[in-house]
């Protein structure tokens, strides 16, 4: 009912920037809060920001300054411009939203299929 579509994932030397995309498709009536999460090989997924349709950001400590979070609640879009990239920021990147379905008034989360980025040193 419901997908996310990531872009903007790839290959960057450290210190250099990414932004990262994810779109949703489907039967929207409405999205709360938009988020990225990051799972490294052999590491748990982690937060990596949120941001509420109303009210302020939140960060992990680690990206703090250097990645911000934004949405576009007309395109459905949430952003992730990443700055001074690390080799520790190097992971699969997942977008999650939580959307009330149009068809039911149902709140549930959704996520996207991931997209890498691989920051060199």
């Known amino acids: 009912q419901v997908q996310l579509a990531e872009s903007g994932g790839g290959l960057v030397q450290a210190g250099g920037s990414l932004r990262l995309s994810c779109t949703a498709s489907?039967?929207?009536?409405?999205?709360?809060?938009m988020g990225w999460y990051r799972q490294a090989p052999g590491k748990q997924r982690e937060l990596v920001a949120t941001i509420p349709r109303d009210g302020s950001p939140n960060y992990a400590d680690s990206v703090k300054g250097r990645f911000t979070i934004s949405r576009d609640n007309a395109k459905k879009t949430v952003y992730l411009q990443m700055n001074s990239l690390k080799p520790e920021d190097t992971a699969v990147y997942y977008c999650?939203?939580?959307?009330?379905?149009?068809?039911?008034?149902?709140?549930?989360?959704?996520w996207g299929q991931g997209t890498q980025v691989t920051v060199s040193s």
């Open positions: 489907g039967s929207i009536w409405r999205i709360n809060a």
């Open positions: 999650s939203m939580g959307v009330v379905l149009s068809t039911t008034l149902n709140r549930s989360d959704y």
